[in-house]
């Protein structure tokens, strides 16, 4: 029984149906969540927007846009020039959490971009006999050689890792 269960494993063509299988159904339901909450997010202002609608006239928060393009923008890029006032609108932990998920999003950003053009190619051209997705696995390299690209780009990205956090610190010491 073991051995059948590597066998199928092993096998590169079922690699990459599972990876593109998982990948896809991965992709949907963000999409669907996405969507979800636009959705939501417009019919019951008083639970996702409540500073918009129940507060004062002092405490109220402009109102998100209503069309998707705009919010995503808006969400994804922020307003840069009123750190200060998201702060007093949306509390300490709010503006943390939103610049944490901004953090995450810029840092995968970089590492896609930086890691697969290098680490693609490093781990596919001329190694092992791996196939299908396998052959872009960390499993395919048999020269010691090139895991130096591997062990730079992980200080590259500790470095941008800790850059962004210096800057992210500096920002509540220096708003």
């Not at 052959?135 to 050689?145: D, E, H, K, L, P």
């Not at 690209?149 to 470095?159: D, K, R, Y």
Request: with cysteine; net charge positive.
């Amino acid at each position: 029984m073991a051995d059948n269960d590597n066998q199928a494993t092993d096998d590169p063509t079922q690699a990459t149906a599972t990876f593109l299988s998982a990948f896809i159904l991965y992709i949907a339901v963000g999409c669907a969540a996405l969507i979800g909450f636009f959705i939501l997010r417009t019919h019951f202002q008083i639970i996702y927007s409540p500073k918009t609608n129940v507060a004062s006239r002092f405490r109220q928060n402009n109102p998100a846009p209503s069309k998707f393009i705009p919010f995503l923008r808006s969400f994804l890029l922020g307003n840069r020039h009123l750190r200060g006032h998201m702060v007093g609108q949306l509390g300490l932990d709010g503006v943390v959490f939103l610049r944490y998920l901004r953090l995450c999003g810029s840092l995968f950003a970089a590492f896609t971009v930086l890691g697969l053009p290098i680490l693609g190619p490093v781990c596919a051209v001329g190694q092992g006999n791996l196939k299908g997705i396998n052959s872009i696995t960390f499993g395919n390299i048999t020269s010691n050689r090139r895991l130096w690209a591997h062990l730079i780009l992980s200080w590259i990205f500790v470095g941008m890792y800790w850059e962004r956090g210096r800057d992210g610190m500096g920002w509540f010491v220096h708003p």
